[in-house]
């Protein structure tokens, strides 16, 4: 195995060791006071990316749901309750799923902003040519290494991203902003996804995995009536 798949294998293994932990850091969040004493630990989670667009939707519901079911917890995509085709939901449109789905709260994912940071610089190269020199009256070819600068560009495509948990009675009970780095839009949708539920199980929003040969509790169903988170792009 050559040296390079060795450090793409070290690699791998090094970030399967941190799991979704490691996307969780780059999320300051925000617990309501009325839920701090009383953690909600939901079990039942509507995962939502509905204003984004729908590849980065997709990779970001799908990065939500994986992490909730990892847990051996119950995830809901947004896409089969809110189809693109049907347009974005409204805030009651979403309390209405919660209540009617018996689903313990919404973990609700957006994106403030997105652009390509390019970063210029110079590196060294070193080149390497061969010359004849005369040593002792013989010629002889020896090998010269000549350093010099070139410029170089790099494109790193970043986006902020903000998430909010509402629960069925209607008040927003969590709520985290980050910015992540990635090489694509739509790798970096799935990485805010997947940081945002892994951040809501640190701060006892939802559920962490049972220990192991334990039975996890029932689902326990959410309760009504109440206010709400409005997002960007909702009505």
Same mark, same amino acid.
């Given at each position: 195995m050559?040296?390079?798949?060795l450090?793409?294998?070290?690699?791998a293994?090094?970030? &399967?060791?941190?799991?979704p932990?490691?996307?969780?850091?780059h999320?300051?969040?925000?617990?309501?006071?009325a839920?701090?004493?009383?953690p909600?630990?939901? %079990?039942?989670?509507?995962?939502?990316? /509905?204003?984004?667009?729908?590849?980065?939707r997709?990779?970001?519901?799908q990065?939500?749901a994986?992490?909730? %079911?990892?847990?051996?917890?119950v995830?809901?995509?947004?896409? !089969?309750?809110?189809?693109?085709?049907?347009?974005t /939901?409204t805030?009651? !449109?979403?309390l209405?799923?919660?209540?009617g789905?018996g689903? !313990?709260g919404?973990?609700?994912l957006?994106?403030? !902003?997105? %652009?390509?940071v390019?970063? %210029?610089g110079t590196?060294?190269v $070193?080149?390497?040519?061969?010359?004849?020199?005369?040593v002792?009256?013989?010629?002889?070819?020896?090998r010269?290494?000549r350093?010099r600068?070139?410029?170089? =560009?790099?494109?790193?495509p970043?986006?902020?991203? +903000? #998430? +909010?948990?509402?629960?069925? +009675?209607?008040?927003t009970?969590? $709520? #985290?902003? #980050?910015?992540?780095?990635?090489?694509?839009?739509? &790798?970096?949708?799935?990485?805010?996804?997947?940081?945002?539920? #892994?951040?809501?199980q640190?701060?006892?929003?939802?559920a =962490?995995p049972? /220990?192991?040969?334990?039975?996890?509790? /029932?689902?326990?169903?959410?309760?009504?009536?109440?206010?709400?988170l409005?997002?960007?792009g909702?009505?």
């Open positions: 050559s040296l390079r798949m450090v793409v294998a070290w690699f293994l090094l970030l &399967a060791a941190c799991g932990e490691m996307y969780a850091r999320y300051t969040s925000f617990v309501d006071p839920y701090r004493a009383r909600l630990a939901a %079990r039942t989670v509507l995962v939502m990316a /509905p204003t984004l667009g729908l590849a980065r997709q990779a970001a519901e990065a939500m994986e992490v909730l %079911r990892d847990a051996g917890l995830a809901v995509s947004g896409l !089969d309750v809110f189809p693109p085709t049907r347009g /939901p805030n009651e !449109d979403v209405i799923e919660l209540r789905r689903l !313990d919404a973990v609700l957006w994106n403030t !902003d997105e %652009r390509v390019v970063t %210029r590196r060294t $070193t080149d390497t040519e061969t010359q004849t020199v005369l002792n009256g013989r010629p002889t070819q020896i010269v290494e350093r600068e070139v410029p170089y =560009t790099t494109e790193t970043t986006a902020k991203y +903000s #998430a +909010s948990f509402m629960v069925p +009675s209607g008040p009970m969590w $709520t #985290a902003e #980050a910015t992540f780095t990635g090489p694509t839009f739509e &790798a970096i949708a799935g990485d805010a996804g997947t940081g945002a539920v #892994a951040k809501l640190q701060d006892g929003v939802v =962490t049972p /220990p192991a040969g334990a039975t996890p509790p /029932p689902a326990r169903p959410g309760t009504g009536g109440g206010g709400g409005v997002l960007p909702l009505n």
